[in-house]
């Protein structure tokens, strides 16, 4: 048995199936794929299914038929999106340069 819930994240607002005895782990991954937001950053809450945060090992729904329809949970936490840079946007630090490139760099500052 399953039941559909909302998920709020900020602004957004997504679907999600909850399944009977469904680990608290198997919702966060379920929620990584929707949203990007690592396991270890999601703080996910529901005043009405369990108290405080969940944890990876709560269970989830032993009852899901008490469970109502479209039942609102909240997520708490910042995506996951780096973005690389190339070599010449990226700093570079002095430990990092050759001493050409370093005294390039002190002639440059000069004048």
Not at 52 to 65: E, F, H, Q, S, W
Not at 76 to 81: F, H, V
Request: glycine share 6%.
């Amino acid at each position: 048995m399953s039941k559909p819930i909302i998920l709020k994240w900020g602004k957004q607002s997504l679907s999600l199936t909850i399944h009977r005895g469904m680990p608290g782990s198997d919702l966060k991954h379920q929620i990584y794929a929707l949203t990007n937001v690592p396991p270890t950053r999601q703080k996910i809450l529901c005043p009405k299914l369990w108290k405080g945060a969940l944890k990876d090992t709560d269970v989830i729904a032993t009852d899901v038929d008490s469970i109502p329809n479209n039942t609102k949970i909240t997520l708490i936490g910042t995506a996951d999106t780096l973005v690389e840079k190339s070599m010449e946007e990226r700093p570079r630090f002095v430990e990092d340069m050759t001493d050409e490139e370093i005294w390039k760099l002190k002639q440059n500052s000069r004048g």
